[in-house]
């Protein structure tokens, strides 16, 4: 964790020997994200009951989700820039130092053009839970926890999947961000609106619905009582990212130089 | 020491002619080739020695240095550093080792190269005594004291060589690996260079294994040199053995390659 900081650091040392570019990167962030929020209101303003759930819970739906990935994008994002440290020949430098490739690979890339999003997450995530008309218990709370927990764990789990697969590719897939960037969007409802297959999908295959849409039931008082544990179950989605990156790593071969 | 048995490493490359057309068929349809980049390499390296590994482009040499330092698995084959098999545990084999890549940087491009080196410390782990006692010899030795302040991407090239090299003896590795480390210098700083590692090896008792093109590097440095050509090792012993009345180490090297059909 201190290595993590140190790298933190120096990116962000890095970034303000341009002081201009960094100075104008805060202040556009600053205006997409509210420009973002804006969007997501006036959509709202348009559309109020989807399948059983009313405007409020959707909202709530949208913010944690929103939340979920953001925390993940804040230490995973890093694997999107993974294809490139492969083709440079860069991971052969990790390689050859002596400390976890992960979290080499984490540090050696940050994206400070993210506190914006995570602004804009923590600010739909608050006002999701406020315009919510829940009964918050002591429970409710901790499966809201849960799944913050579980969220981020699956969608680091895609990131790594995703890197993993460069090994094998030799480039970045765009095909994958369907399942990082637009779960995300399609996150905004809770997954059963889009039918029962893709409900039994997000259960089995990618443990979306285990992070979202069982333990939003329970917070609204419809799902049964062991709902609000499925997220933690959905941290299991990560050993086998792992398997196959640490796969990935035995059958990376470098290229020429 | 460092033993190397019958290694083996074979590539699969895919192959297409030139074109779109060919180019859309290899996206259903692929041709492999082999190529056999090392096979059935052996040899050994004691503690302290220098050993220059010589070969033409494409012979198999980073082949041979990133099996060493625990980057590639051969296929078959075994090989033992200091008691340890380098890709199966990589962790403490590469605290114990140093690379230089002459061709490639492992310093920070937009900090100044003492902010590298502090992240380095964190890396490898060094203890803030050990760090400061090597960080001020390396200083002295390569002439730093004016660069650690300036950005690395301000550097000249051999400048940055010489804060790359400190760079990767922060940690006080046993075995140096150099992977062309004059690419591309000015005459003094080739100089400066070749002096430096040299009197490491004789201070410090580092083994260093050096690949280079430059002949010069190999006669002021190594007694021994291993000479690969095609993924077979096809000389180890002192580069006189190559060496041709009256003609240059480079002519002489060169009249060796097409003996040998490489």
């Known amino acids: ?257 | 020491m460092i033993t190397l048995e019958h290694v083996s490493k074979t590539y699969k490359v895919s192959k297409r002619n030139a074109g779109f057309s060919s180019a859309c068929k290899a996206l259903f349809r692929r041709e492999y080739e082999y190529i056999h980049a090392l096979s059935d390499v052996s040899f050994t390296i004691q503690d302290g020695e220098m050993v220059g590994y010589i070969g033409p482009n494409g012979a198999g040499k980073s082949s041979t240095i990133k099996i060493l330092s625990g980057i590639l698995i051969p296929d078959s084959g075994t090989c033992l550093i200091n008691g340890i098999v380098p890709w199966k545990n990589r962790i403490s084999h590469t605290r114990g080792i140093g690379v230089v890549f002459g061709q490639r940087t492992q310093l920070w491009w937009d900090v100044p190269v003492i902010d590298s080196y502090e992240l380095l410390k964190e890396i490898y782990q060094i203890n803030t005594h050990t760090y400061r006692r090597n960080l001020e010899r390396l200083t002295d030795m390569l002439d730093l004291s004016g660069l650690l302040k300036t950005p690395a991407r301000q550097l000249s090239l051999g400048q940055r060589m010489r804060c790359e090299i400190a760079a990767s003896l922060l940690h006080n590795p046993r075995i140096l690996f150099l992977d062309e480390p004059t690419i591309g210098l000015d005459a003094v700083s080739k100089l400066a260079v070749r002096e430096f590692i040299l009197q490491l090896n004789k201070e410090q008792n580092t083994t260093v294994i050096l690949t280079t093109h430059d002949m010069q590097d190999i006669e002021a440095l190594t007694n021994r040199v291993i000479l690969i050509g095609k993924g077979q090792i096809l000389l180890d012993g002192r580069l006189e053995d190559i060496l041709l009345h009256g003609s240059s180490a480079e002519e002489s090297l060169a009249e060796f390659y097409r003996s040998h059909g490489i």
């Open chain 1, 1 to 257: 964790m201190k290595l993590y900081w140190k790298y933190f650091l120096i990116q962000l040392k890095s970034k303000m020997e341009y002081k201009a570019s960094f100075v104008l990167t805060c202040i556009g962030q600053f205006f997409v994200s509210f420009q973002v929020f804006l969007g997501v209101y006036f959509m709202f303003r348009r559309f109020y009951a989807i399948e059983g759930f009313t405007y409020q819970e959707v909202l709530l739906c949208f913010g944690i989700t929103l939340m979920e990935f953001s925390l993940a994008e804040i230490f995973a994002r890093g694997f999107d820039l993974f294809p490139v440290l492969i083709r440079k020949g860069e991971f052969d430098r990790i390689m050859v130092r002596p400390r976890n490739e992960i979290l080499q690979v984490l540090g050696s890339r940050m994206e400070f053009t993210r506190a914006g999003r995570i602004l804009q997450a923590v600010f739909m995530f608050a006002y999701g839970v406020y315009v919510s008309d829940i009964s918050w218990t002591f429970p409710k709370i901790l499966t809201v926890i849960f799944m913050l927990a579980g969220g981020m764990a699956v969608f680091s789990g895609l990131f790594l999947l995703y890197a993993a697969l460069c090994f094998f590719t030799l480039d970045g897939l765009e095909i994958f961000n369907i399942f990082t960037d637009g779960a995300k969007e399609f996150g905004k409802y809770p997954v059963s609106i889009y039918g029962k297959r893709v409900l039994q999908l997000c259960t089995f295959v990618i443990p979306y619905a285990l992070i979202q849409y069982y333990p939003l039931t329970f917070l609204l008082d419809r799902g049964k009582y062991w709902y609000s544990l499925l997220p933690l179950a959905a941290c299991l989605f990560l050993l086998p990212c792992f398997a196959l990156w640490k796969c990935g790593v035995r059958h990376y071969t470098s290229c020429g130089s």
